[in-house]
């Protein structure tokens, strides 16, 4: 199975801020990622695909992008609705995994 | 607007079945491949099973840590989809979703909210 080893495991940032979170693919996995915001209590929804496709609906202030087997999330003036999980899941093959996720809070 | 509707959880013992539906409203079931994810309390989701769409002859693709035990199917003249639980361990309980695919076979596009399975040693 395709390992993803998503970091950090939480965060912390003042309003307005830039945060980045990011997920290392145990192998290539030719963009076959997308990015998930989960609120508490809630489903998770879809942000990114295709490792830097913006999902419908989804602000501009978050992109995506690779660097070989590493994948970033970047949230740009970072917004209290932005309180949430954030997961990486692969979908390159069979079985999809995710990353173990990223709490982020507001200082 | 796009509906994704989980039942069918509930308490079992350890051993026992249950077998989970997600009712779907909004769009065309029946052209959209279809996956369960669960998430287990404070961990990530994980993938279970997949299903592709009439045209894809509803092949499907399951996680190795519940294949043999856990099927996926659906009934698209009734816009439902399925997933039966058989020798369930105290390690099922999470949380099931029903996600639908889009832009692109394993982008979990919309999801609905869920059902609670807890399963009791």
């Known amino acids: 199975d395709i390992q993803m080893t998503q970091s950090p495991a939480s965060l912390s940032a003042s309003l307005g801020e830039t945060v980045t979170i990011e997920c290392r693919a145990s192998?290539?996995?030719?963009?076959?990622l997308a990015w998930y915001q989960q609120k508490p209590r809630k489903s998770p929804q879809l942000l990114i695909y295709n490792a830097k496709n913006l999902y419908t609906g989804v602000p501009s202030r978050f992109s995506g992008s690779r660097s070989g087997t590493q994948y970033s999330l970047k949230i740009n003036s970072l917004q209290s609705e932005d309180v949430a999980s954030y997961f990486c899941q692969h979908y390159y093959d069979y079985p999809f995994t995710f990353g173990s996720g990223t709490k982020l809070e507001i200082k | 607007e796009v509906k994704l509707l989980e039942s069918g959880g509930g308490l079992v013992q350890a051993g026992g079945s249950l077998r989970l539906s997600c009712a779907a409203s909004g769009f065309t079931f029946a052209d959209f491949y279809m996956s369960w994810i669960r998430q287990s309390p404070g961990k990530a989701p994980e993938w279970l099973s997949f299903i592709r769409n009439k045209a894809n002859i509803y092949t499907t693709e399951n996680n190795p840590s519940v294949k043999g035990r856990f099927t996926i199917s659906r009934d698209d003249t009734q816009n439902v989809l399925f997933l039966q639980m058989n020798t369930l361990r105290a390690e099922d309980t999470a949380i099931y979703y029903c996600?639908?695919?889009?832009?692109?076979?394993?982008?979990?596009?919309?999801w609905g909210q869920g059902t609670s399975v807890t399963v009791s040693s």
């Open positions: 192998e290539d996995i030719y963009n076959g």
């Open positions: 996600t639908r695919h889009e832009v692109g076979a394993g982008v979990m596009a919309v």
